[in-house]
């Protein structure tokens, strides 16, 4: 018999989980740090700029839990090799992947095109990637923001 995942097996109503988590921060009275799921969604910040649970959450996440779904059924998101730190000026072939993981969720406009320049528009957009992650958005990609990019879309 193989070895199975945790998650196998085990079906999760997302909105049940959602509603509860939002019945929990409102009870709390206060906001709970979390990450973003939305391109271009602006959550509200709390200290050290770290995204939040607020009203709107689990409606922002319900309108992005099919976008999800649907880059997880094509086969997900490529991987980003680390590479060392990828900063504005570096040429390597890791940002042409970096560039196809950002434009995958949407951060970089496919009009950018994949090449290997980190430029501003890739700043820009791993600030955006960095910001909906809870990683401070100094648009550098370094450990942490290899890991983030990295999960799986599937899970």
Do not use: C
Request: charged share 15%; proline share 7%; hydrophobic share 40%.
């Amino acid at each position: 018999m193989g070895k199975t995942s945790f998650h196998e097996g085990w079906k999760l109503d997302r909105r049940a989980l959602l509603r509860g988590l939002a019945g929990s921060v409102a009870a709390a009275g206060h906001g709970l740090a979390g990450t973003a799921l939305a391109q271009g969604l602006n959550p509200p910040r709390g200290e050290a700029g770290a995204p939040t649970f607020g009203p709107q959450t689990i409606q922002m996440t319900e309108q992005v839990i099919p976008r999800y779904e649907s880059i997880a059924a094509q086969g997900g998101w490529p991987n980003v090799q680390p590479a060392g730190p990828l900063q504005p000026g570096t040429r390597h072939q890791a940002v042409a992947a970096l560039r196809r993981r950002l434009i995958t969720e949407g951060d970089l406009d496919q009009a950018y095109g994949v090449n290997d320049v980190f430029d501003a528009a890739v700043e820009a957009a791993v600030r955006s990637f960095q910001l909906r992650h809870g990683i401070a958005p100094d648009g550098a990609v370094r450990e942490q923001t290899y890991a983030a990019l990295n999960v799986p879309a599937h899970i």
